[in-house]
């Protein structure tokens, strides 16, 4: 992919100080000019004439003030993609931009605007890598089956990765996590891969990477990693964004998500249990990490995110507490996860979860986007948060069929639609997002307290 230099412009500064406890907050709305969108120029190129904006916030990283500037590194995902309805039996998405490579920014934030420069593709030996879904037979494939924009089957080559979070490896270049193996990724400065880190197979299994749990394999699809962070004594943590689904069967009881931390220099692992806010949700599966930053050895900032009973969305910060937490592997045996486990039961096992406290709700801030995926620690007393806008993309029936719905529909071999095996007339476009969903949004948050362990 030819690089470009993106500037982001931002505006739109408020400052919320009713309560003299309240958090500040600088909100500011992301531009992109012209030219500096992702080319497209496919079936449904007139909704998009200026390209499709560039889908940054999948992860955010402070690295540093020169000044009164504010320096961050963020990461994109998989890129721009849609909606389907199934395959077959098979779950479906339309890559808008099949040959899209995740990239690596640099932002600066000063005098109220912000620059992102220096985009660079992910890349191996190989050249740029894609976001393709693995192949079926491997242990991170999602079982998804990649379509154009004009439903034809794409092939992937086993190269393809969904990053969700970005954090630095102490040595000049970045840890980045990805949602499908799940996997930890070493990259350099420019994006180059030095490493893969994924379940390790068991008898039997073919994975791509091997190094971490081979638990982690039942993520479910699309939710792998979806934040990671360094912690001071160089460990790497990544969060498994919602439930382990073990066996299929334990997503909606699993009281907690799993928090891995891996060390680069030696390979040893360990997981522990966050506890997401069972009580918030119509099952316990519907509850999301967004993205982690470490404080310290033992504390970590989260945001935990998702629709509640009432299908209101949550985007809530907490401040995690490892410290006395235990290590789930020792538990982890066959018919016997601490994922099937009651409050009750973990406790007669021994198994303490992670403690936590909140620290924002980001909707009282006025939050307004669906996630939060990237956060970053500016300091003690200072936060910076932004949005995934999923590049602006999303999936419209053409002619519906009255009464039905996207699940009610099949793709077939040919790349039409159908209900109930029969032909319809029915097609699917790709259209631009509303501008309020597209837009990119950062906020600065100044806490009216440091962080204290």
């Not at 890349?123 to 439903?151: F, M, R």
């Not at 270049?173 to 880190?197: M, S, T």
């Not at 934040?227 to 009881?253: E, F, H, W, Y």
Request: charged letters at 25%; aromatic letters at 6%.
């Amino acid at each position: 992919m030819k690089r470009k230099t993106l500037s982001l412009i931002l505006g739109c500064t408020l400052s919320l100080s009713t309560l003299a406890a309240q958090p500040q907050t600088e909100h500011y709305s992301v531009t992109f000019p012209q030219g500096t969108r992702v080319s497209y120029s496919g079936a449904f190129a007139s909704a998009f004439p200026e390209g499709l904006p560039v889908g940054i916030g999948s992860g955010l990283l402070f690295t540093g003030r020169q000044g009164d500037t504010l320096n961050f590194v963020t990461v994109t995902d998989r890129g721009p993609n849609a909606d389907s309805p199934d395959m077959g039996k098979q779950e479906s998405k339309i890559f808008v931009t099949p040959d899209f490579a995740p990239l690596l920014m640099n932002i600066q934030v000063k005098n109220g605007k912000a620059q992102a420069t220096d985009a660079r593709p992910l890349h191996d030996a190989k050249g740029n890598i894609n976001g393709l879904p693995l192949q079926n037979d491997v242990i991170g494939s999602t079982n998804e089956i990649a379509l154009s924009d004009k439903l034809h089957v794409l092939q992937g080559d086993n190269r393809g990765l969904d990053t969700e979070g970005i954090t630095l490896d102490g040595k000049g270049g970045y840890w980045l996590c990805d949602e499908y193996g799940p996997f930890l990724i070493n990259v350099d400065k420019q994006g180059r891969i030095l490493a893969i880190h994924g379940p390790q197979a068991m008898e039997g299994e073919k994975s791509i990477a091997g190094g971490l749990p081979n638990v982690l394999k039942w993520r479910q699809p699309n939710r792998g990693f979806e934040g990671i962070t360094r912690m001071p004594d160089g460990r790497i943590i990544a969060a498994v964004q919602s439930t382990l689904d073990i066996n299929g069967k334990s997503k909606k009881q699993a009281r907690f998500t799993r928090l891995v931390s891996f060390d680069p220099a030696t390979g040893k692992t360990a997981m522990y249990g966050y506890p997401i806010d069972s009580e918030a949700y119509s099952k316990n599966s519907d509850a999301k990490i967004g993205d982690i930053v470490a404080i310290d050895n033992q504390h970590i900032l989260l945001i935990e995110q998702g629709s509640d009973k009432d299908d209101a969305m949550r985007n809530l910060i907490y401040k995690v507490d490892l410290s006395q937490a235990t290590d789930l592997a020792t538990f982890d045996k066959a018919g016997d996860y601490p994922e099937f486990d009651d409050a009750k039961t973990l406790a007669q096992r021994g198994i303490v979860l992670a403690t936590k406290t909140r620290v924002v709700d980001l909707r009282q801030l006025g939050w307004q986007q669906e996630k939060a995926e990237g956060l970053a620690l500016i300091d003690s007393n200072t936060l910076a948060v932004i949005n995934d806008n999923d590049f602006g993309v999303k999936m419209v029936l053409q002619n519906p069929v009255e009464g039905k719905k996207r699940k009610d529909y099949r793709v077939n071999d040919q790349g039409k639609l159908t209900v109930d095996d029969k032909p319809v007339a029915t097609t699917i476009s790709v259209k631009p997002l509303d501008k309020a969903s597209s837009d990119s949004e950062l906020f600065i948050i100044t806490l009216a307290e440091p962080l204290q362990p």
